[in-house]
């Protein structure tokens, strides 16, 4: 509707009648802050503090499994993670994308970590060792996207992740993380178990039934009620404890007790990683701010906005890194959360952000939520495989050729999902960088994607 603007003629009356008439149009926005708006923060707060628990637990359960840490490293472990991401993702709220988006640890972190413990042979030294070499690959890759960031440079590198290329990453990525999550979700003491089948089963149907059937309310909490649930169960039946740690975490937040160890294979690894990443940028900011479109208005996205987004999740990665803790990257599924509160409103997500942080840093808090078992963190984390693979489906859209498009698509994912396959220890015997490259499958599946996808025959006939 056009704006009628006021008539030269209209009497000082008929103005002031104006003028009243547009003041609470004026203060509706921002509302005056007083006991009914910090009610609302705190009421919009809350499935935040869910969410963040959510996303951030269950990763470095599973990682803490996979590496054989004692409860008490695992606890250090999952504090570390969640006081770094709920730091990271205030930042991003306030100096980065300035959007209400949690920042989480990354599928594609967790993946590169699974392929390191393989690659390890179950040796504890080795795994610590690998750890530490993850720890300085992390922090590399933080500094390295940080300063392409600064430079604009993350905006050119993202135009090699075409719908095509995506479309095979999703779905090696779904498919590598499906082969941790069900091992760790249905076996116990290196064993079929029936009870931890039956228990993840459970976390499973309760996660879909309230992702799908529930309420808008429900829906955003469908992980953290999944993760509940099978951990009342576990402690129902003696699998578990409602506790902290046997051995009491330090005052503050626990350092790791690995180092840095530098190896080369696993920094460029890791850079890669990091570069693949950057690609969730786009999904995550678009995502929310059409969610937030009802609330505000929409958010621009321009490669200035992306560059400072990756900027500062470049800047905690190199943080993550220093203090121990996963990768992170800012996950689209936060838009669901902003629906369900119907509000884009920063002060909410800020408070349970520093909220959750001081919660998770306090040493008895973080050994209670270490104490989730392993099984119950993977069969959570399990269902989001499927959005995954479901993207990755998506993304395959037949173009003029379909013919050639379902071979550029076809032989990596072939090559990828053979490599998986491969018994672990195959390429010991190659040199370090090419035994880590040569050893996941994700990685080479990737980078012969891109390779086909900017083949000169691919680009004249199919230009994206």
């Known amino acids: 509707m056009a704006r009628l603007e006021p008539e030269a003629s209209l009497s000082p009356k008929v103005k002031v009648a104006e003028n009243s008439y547009r003041a609470p149009v004026v203060l509706k926005w921002p509302a005056p802050r007083g006991v009914g708006s910090a009610a609302r923060d705190a009421v919009e707060a809350g499935p935040w503090i869910g969410f963040i628990l959510a996303n951030t637990v269950a990763a470095p359960i599973v990682v803490g499994h996979l590496f054989l840490l004692s409860s008490t490293a695992t606890a250090?472990?999952?504090?570390?993670?969640?006081?770094i991401a709920c730091l990271v993702s205030a930042l991003q709220a306030w100096r980065g994308h300035r959007l209400t988006a949690v920042e989480g640890p990354a599928g594609l972190w967790l993946s590169v970590m699974a392929a390191l413990a393989q690659v390890s042979l179950g040796d504890p030294h080795r795994l610590l060792a690998t750890l530490a070499e993850f720890r300085l690959g992390l922090m590399c890759t933080g500094v390295v996207l940080a300063a392409l960031s600064f430079f604009g440079a993350v905006s050119y590198l993202q135009r090699l992740f075409t719908e095509r290329v995506m479309a095979v990453y999703l779905i090696l990525l779904s498919v590598q993380l499906a082969s941790v999550f069900v091992p760790q979700a249905v076996v116990a003491d290196g064993r079929l178990n029936g009870v931890t089948l039956a228990r993840s089963g459970l976390v499973i149907l309760v996660t879909v039934l309230l992702a799908t059937r529930g309420s808008r309310r429900l829906r955003s909490l469908s992980l953290l009620s999944g993760l509940l649930v099978?951990?009342?169960?576990?402690?129902?039946f003696g699998a578990s404890r409602l506790g902290p740690v046997p051995a009491p975490l330090p005052a503050g937040i626990a350092l790791p007790t690995w180092g840095l160890s530098f190896n080369l294979g696993v920094v460029v690894t890791c850079i890669f990683a990091g570069l693949v990443n950057t690609s969730n940028t786009v999904a995550t900011v678009r995502a929310v701010s059409q969610a937030t479109?009802?609330?505000s208005p929409p958010v621009?996205?321009?490669p200035r906005l992306f560059d400072r987004t990756n900027l500062v999740t470049a800047v905690g990665n190199t943080f993550a890194g220093l203090a121990g803790s996963l990768g992170l990257i800012s996950l689209s599924s936060s838009a669901g959360v902003v629906r369900l509160t119907r509000s884009s409103r920063r002060v909410p997500f800020l408070a349970a952000c520093l909220i959750t942080a001081a919660v998770a840093a306090a040493p008895p808090t973080a050994g209670v939520l270490a104490s989730i078992p392993a099984s119950v963190a993977a069969a959570?984390?399990?269902?989001?495989t499927v959005p995954l693979m479901v993207l990755g489906l998506e993304n395959l859209r037949p173009r003029a050729r379909p013919d050639l498009e379902h071979v550029r698509v076809a032989v990596p994912l072939l090559l990828g999902l053979a490599i998986f396959s491969v018994p672990v220890g195959t390429f010991q015997g190659t040199p370090g960088i090419l035994r880590l490259l040569l050893g996941n499958g994700l990685v080479v599946g990737v980078i012969v994607a891109i390779a086909l996808d900017r083949a000169p025959t691919a680009r004249s006939l199919h230009p994206s």
């Open 380 to 384: 959570s984390l399990l269902v989001t």
């Open 76 to 83: 250090g472990l999952v504090q570390r993670t969640v006081v």
């Open 300 to 302: 621009e996205a321009t």
């Open 293 to 295: 479109a009802t609330a």
């Open 230 to 236: 099978g951990w009342l169960l576990a402690v129902a």
